[in-house]
Nanobody, 121 residues
């Protein structure tokens, strides 16, 4: 069973930086893409950043130019470097991946449990 484990969440200061990491493990799979979503209280979950393996990256409008997503495919990890943090970046951040099962060749999405980031003055 594929599992995603996020780390790096916690408090941060306005204007500061923080880096989230996510490790994908379990089973035999090929990672198609990896990314981060976030959900603030009373708001819908939104895309933060996505990276296609060997392909393009996509950023949400609100983080474009401030956040950087990177992938280490050899380690099955994806990182999110968050810079120039704002109070509105406060949310639960979820790691997501789409993989191809090498036994069935089926694609499936998996999600982490989420990690809280709180940005304060």
């Amino acid at each position: 069973q594929v599992q995603l484990v996020e780390s790096g969440g916690g408090p941060a200061q306005v204007g500061g930086s923080r880096t989230l990491s996510c490790l994908v493990s379990g089973g035999n799979f090929i990672i198609q893409d990896m990314g981060w979503y976030r959900q603030a209280p009373s708001k819908q979950r939104e895309l933060v950043a996505n990276i296609v393996t060997g392909g393009p990256t996509t950023y949400g409008d609100s983080v474009q130019g401030r956040f950087i997503v990177s992938q280490d495919i050899a380690k099955n990890t994806v990182n999110l470097q968050m810079n120039s943090l704002k109070p509105e970046d406060t949310a639960v951040y979820y790691c997501q991946t789409q993989v191809t099962d090498t036994s069935s060749y089926l694609r499936k999405d998996y999600w982490g449990e989420g990690t809280q980031v709180t940005v304060s003055p």
